[in-house]
């Protein structure tokens, strides 16, 4: 089993001053992949730039050659699985079958409510469970076949059309970002790849060892959702996005290479940095980020 690094672009910059060039720089670092997030807006970002993820990749696939791109992650808080198939099948193509597709079950920020009426609510948990649910198989359906006709109870298509598919086939592949037994089971059945940030619990109040012990803890759920579906958890890359633990990993090298080692004994396939962005929750010394890409994983003879 070997480590890889990726980092995360958040889609603040304009293309032609900043943003292009951040996504080839990330190949040119090394990255493993380069992701994005998939909001309208995020949390303290909400009131300045922030541009589509569908259009970034697009743009990055075609100033990129090798690094791979993807979403971390993409929710049905504000897509449906029909048009989303049509927008992966397009990327998928401009990249040459270079995307992963990060999707989870999404949160009650900003995406929730924007497509919502003055007088709906946005889902709870258990509904946005639901939904979740039903968008990963339908999209799975659409992402292999020519030709989908579907009925549920959240969603439908009629005869919707993906010719000629994917470049990646059978399809490309899907990072499922879960923590909860539904989700988990969603990852083990539909995932070439599981994804967590940790312990949201634990981000403010909590230590690095609690945080080991709750993600060691994730590691073993999945591992019994594998068993469930009859298959084997080491199929599936574990993916570790970080910036929501209680560790600092760009604090330093040395921090970086303990986190990285620490995690990667705990069976993590990839770690995944945010590209520094000065005078936000991302905040991290440039040099020392380039340095963690260039020579981290080097450092653990990964």
């Known amino acids: ?16 001053e900043s943003g292009r ?36 990749l697009t743009a990055a696939a075609t100033v990129t050659q090798g690094m791979r791109l993807g979403t971390l992650v993409t929710s049905p808080n504000f897509r449906h699985p029909v048009t989303l198939a049509k927008d992966l099948i397009t990327l998928d193509d401009v990249s040459d079958g270079r995307i992963t597709l990060g999707i989870g079950a999404g949160g009650n920020g900003f995406d929730a409510t924007t497509l919502r009426r003055s007088d709906e609510r946005a889902w709870t948990p258990r509904e946005r469970a ?12 659409l992402l292999r076949e020519p030709s ?4 549920g109870r959240f969603y439908a298509a009629n005869e919707a059309r993906n010719i000629p598919g994917c470049v990646q086939q059978p399809r490309l592949p899907f ?13 083990a059945r539909y995932g070439q790849a599981w994804v967590t940030t940790g312990d949201p619990k634990l981000y403010e109040a909590g230590t690095p060892e ?28 574990k993916i570790l996005l970080t910036g929501f633990t209680p560790d600092r990993p760009l604090d330093s090298f040395d921090a ?25 929750d991302f905040a991290a010394d ?8 260039t020579e981290g994983l080097a450092q653990l003879g990964r």
């Open 1 to 16: 089993m070997s480590l890889r690094l990726s980092t995360v672009i958040l889609p603040v910059d304009h293309w032609h």
């Open 21 to 56: 060039g951040k996504w080839q720089r990330a190949e040119e670092l090394g990255f493993h992949t380069a992701y994005t997030y998939d909001h309208l807006s995020w949390r303290s970002f909400r009131d300045g730039p922030w541009f589509g993820a569908v259009p970034t």
């Open 130 to 141: 639901d939904h979740f649910d039903e968008f990963v198989p339908l999209l799975d359906q």
């Open 148 to 151: 989908v006709t579907y009925e």
């Open 175 to 187: 990072a499922v970002a879960a923590t909860g037994p539904r989700g988990m089971r969603l990852a």
């Open 210 to 237: 609690q945080s080991v012990q709750a993600i060691r803890g994730q590691l073993t759920k999945l591992g019994t959702a594998c068993e469930s579906v009859g298959r084997d958890v080491a199929e599936l890359d």
């Open 256 to 280: 970086f290479v303990d986190f990285a080692g620490t995690h990667f004994a705990l069976g993590f396939t990839e770690i995944v940095i945010h590209w520094p962005i000065p005078d936000s």
């Open 286 to 293: 440039e040099k020392v980020f380039e340095r963690v890409a």
